[in-house]
């Protein structure tokens, strides 16, 4: 099964040996939170150990009372007050263990809290917050190229697995190393021969562990493909309810999202038959050094060559906990496989190139004229065939332009390219006779106000809308902006007026009123450059009217660039471009292009017709 689709646009797959090194990496910005969890378990390690061999004391002292077997050298009680009675020393031991038992309950917690700080609260928010700001950073052809919901899953359960190999791999495979190096020590240190004949089996145990790696890394890549198509399922059928329910679909919608999510039930299902064979297997491993204690532990306690309590009982403990820690290695092996696949495609995201950034020498220019020249530019998606070609442009600063052409003639590309949401691929784009890719790009944005064909508008009030280019402004400039935009009176007719929170992407709102806020958003800023796509598309003529009487004031002095289908729209222009498969085909102003053959007069004419019989419409209808 293949691996999870990388992300397009992103640098090449990470082998699994580069992906662990950059996890050590990511862990060691936090090793001192780390090396506190991992004192705190060799803390609990050394204390559970004082415990189990003071139960062989304990064991060993009561063998002594009852038959007078010899006491082992060194054990702490022969140095007790010889007139200590039986209950005395075995009170104290008691006791002893009691406390470390209480101790070691203390440290647990102390251990659970470490670690939930250390992962969640520390490794995960940052983590996040940098994938997070990498997204802001990134240009649109990584938005174009990759879906929602794989960005969102990345985001969340992604990062989550990240912090899964932190914790449940990296720490506890340590936690495991330094255990069992220590029970392997003193357990050759009560009988090196009876040690070799428990862990026998440990070989056969890290050669299952391998397989089972091998055969479950495909799976739980195939696992994250079909979990993020059943997130995109969801997310589009959230998107398109509307259209579902305008044409009846629901049931149909309901049954691919089923069918998704079916998918990743069958899957799981693999993965747990897997799991579920491999963790017993290492249990029937383990259950066998026990067997082998019992036979050959025993009769080294019957001929007098083990201790049955420090010897026999302590070994019986120790096998038990080092079987115990054995046992673990199914658990971290499995958070290996899901962790490595998660880390993968957070790092495709944190390696992704940012293709639009500053220059490390950019120039300053908090405040620009608005001359916008294009120099034979061109630009291409991915390689594909251009979008752009050789465009060359020139609008004086206060000029406003619009750019007429067929969907796909590559209107709105051509306009991206002057706040660089792209950069050319041949050719640049001059702002005030600087390649504007030699300009600070925050500057460059705060002097380009922008109103896209299809606004957003975010969960929060309408005064924070449309302040959200520029935080600072006071409610009179917010007032101001939305008068402009034609906005000030359905706003006020609003219960709550200016502080009325929007639902999510304003859909309380027509789209008109919509338009009108994302038009107050960018007028608000005062640019030296407006880009408007289409703004007046979901706008009826008599409040386009109404806008345009208004934003005539606000295009007085600014360059304005505009797309726009409308011969109302079109005719504000200074001069109007038309666009064929990205060439510029015409260009002059309306009167000019009205008296040449071409697309410009062709889209005009039709749009007379559609206007003379509305007119004759509306006549007879008055006339009847």
């Known amino acids: 099964m293949s691996d999870a689709a990388p992300m397009t646009n992103t640098a090449p797959a990470l082998s699994n040996g580069v992906l662990v090194g950059r996890l050590f990496l990511l862990a060691w910005r936090y090793r001192l939170h780390c090396l506190q969890v991992l004192v705190i378990q060799l803390v609990l390690l050394t204390m559970g150990i004082g415990g189990l061999s003071l139960t062989g004391v304990g064991i060993d002292?009561?063998?002594?009372?009852?038959?007078?077997?010899?006491?082992?050298?060194?054990?702490?009680?022969?140095?007790?007050?010889?007139?200590?009675?039986?209950?005395?020393?075995?009170?104290?031991?008691?006791?002893?263990?009691?406390?470390?038992?209480?101790?070691?309950?203390?440290?647990?917690?102390?251990?659970?809290?470490?670690?939930?700080?250390?992962?969640?609260?520390?490794?995960?928010?940052?983590?996040?917050?940098?994938?997070?700001?990498?997204?802001?950073?990134?240009?649109?052809?990584?938005?174009?190229?990759?879906?929602?919901?794989?960005?969102?899953?990345?985001?969340?359960?992604?990062?989550?697995?990240?912090?899964?190999?932190?914790?449940?791999?990296?720490?506890?495979?340590?936690?495991?190393?330094?255990?069992?190096?220590?029970?392997?020590?003193?357990?050759?240190?009560?009988?090196?021969?009876?040690?070799?004949?428990?862990?026998?089996?440990?070989?056969?145990?890290?050669?299952?562990?391998?397989?089972?790696?091998?055969?479950?890394?495909p799976e739980y890549a195939e696992n994250r493909t079909l979990v993020e198509r059943m997130v995109q399922t969801f997310v589009e059928s959230l998107q398109g309810i509307a259209v579902t329910k305008a044409f009846g679909r629901e049931s149909e919608d309901r049954a691919r999202f089923d069918a998704a999510n079916t998918a990743v039930l069958r899957q799981q299902h693999v993965i747990f038959w897997r799991v579920s064979l491999f963790s017993p297997a290492i249990g029937f491993l383990t259950r066998i050094n026990m067997m082998v204690l019992l036979g050959y532990g025993g009769w080294l306690v019957i001929h007098g060559q083990l201790p049955l309590g420090t010897g026999l009982v302590v070994f019986a403990g120790l096998l038990e906990q080092f079987s115990g820690q054995v046992n673990n290695v199914a658990a971290i092996v499995n958070s290996v496989q899901q962790s490595l696949i998660g880390a993968r495609r957070v790092f495709e995201i944190?390696?992704?190139?940012?293709?639009?950034?500053?220059?490390?020498?950019?120039?300053?220019?908090?405040?620009?004229?608005?001359?916008?020249?294009?120099?034979?530019?061109?630009?291409?998606?991915?390689?594909?065939?251009?979008?752009?070609?050789?465009?060359?442009?020139?609008?004086?600063?206060?000029?406003?332009?619009?750019?007429?052409?067929?969907?796909?003639?590559?209107?709105?590309?051509?306009?991206?390219?002057?706040p660089r949401f792209f950069d050319p691929t041949a050719g640049r784009v001059l702002i005030d006779g600087i390649d504007a890719r030699r300009l600070e790009l925050d500057d460059l944005r705060r002097n380009i106000g922008l109103v896209f064909q299809e606004s957003f508008l975010f969960s929060n009030t309408i005064a924070a809308n449309i302040a959200f280019g520029h935080p600072e402004a006071t409610r009179a400039q917010v007032e101001k902006a939305a008068r402009i935009a034609a906005a000030h009176d359905f706003i006020t007719a609003l219960p709550a007026g200016y502080d009325t929170v929007l639902g999510e992407s304003g859909n309380s709102l027509s789209g008109g009123q919509r338009q009108r806020l994302a038009i107050a958003r960018a007028v608000l800023l005062e640019p030296s450059i407006?880009?408007?796509?289409?703004?007046?598309?979901?706008?009826?003529?008599?409040?386009?009217?109404?806008?345009?009487?208004?934003?005539?004031?606000?295009?007085?002095?600014?360059?304005?660039?505009?797309?726009?289908?409308?011969l109302s729209t079109l005719r504000r222009a200074d001069f109007i471009i038309v666009l064929e498969h990205g060439r510029i085909v015409q260009r002059g102003t309306h009167e000019e292009l009205m008296r040449q053959p071409g697309p410009y007069l062709h889209v005009a004419s039709l749009q007379l017709v559609d206007n003379r019989e509305l007119q004759e419409l509306k006549l007879k209808e008055g006339g009847s």
């Open 61 to 217: 002292y009561i063998k002594h009372k009852l038959d007078g077997t010899p006491l082992g050298q060194g054990q702490f009680f022969l140095t007790l007050p010889a007139s200590w009675e039986y209950w005395q020393v075995l009170g104290l031991l008691a006791g002893i263990i009691l406390l470390l038992a209480v101790g070691r309950a203390f440290l647990n917690f102390t251990y659970a809290v470490s670690v939930n700080r250390l992962v969640q609260q520390r490794l995960v928010v940052d983590l996040r917050g940098e994938v997070y700001d990498k997204l802001q950073r990134l240009s649109f052809r990584f938005f174009d190229a990759n879906n929602t919901s794989s960005i969102i899953t990345r985001v969340t359960s992604d990062v989550q697995s990240v912090r899964m190999f932190v914790d449940q791999v990296l720490i506890q495979s340590v936690i495991m190393l330094i255990s069992l190096t220590v029970y392997i020590i003193y357990m050759m240190s009560l009988n090196p021969r009876l040690t070799l004949a428990c862990l026998a089996t440990t070989p056969v145990l890290w050669a299952l562990s391998a397989w089972h790696t091998r055969r479950t890394q």
């Open 350 to 418: 944190l390696d992704a190139p940012v293709e639009v950034k500053s220059a490390p020498d950019a120039l300053r220019r908090p405040k620009l004229h608005g001359e916008v020249t294009f120099e034979r530019v061109s630009f291409t998606f991915n390689g594909a065939e251009a979008v752009v070609r050789d465009v060359d442009l020139e609008v004086k600063a206060g000029q406003c332009v619009a750019i007429l052409g067929a969907t796909g003639a590559g209107k709105s590309v051509l306009m991206s390219l002057v």
């Open 530 to 566: 407006l880009l408007l796509d289409d703004p007046t598309a979901a706008i009826d003529s008599e409040t386009e009217h109404e806008i345009f009487e208004a934003l005539d004031r606000a295009i007085a002095g600014r360059t304005t660039f505009i797309i726009a289908h409308r």
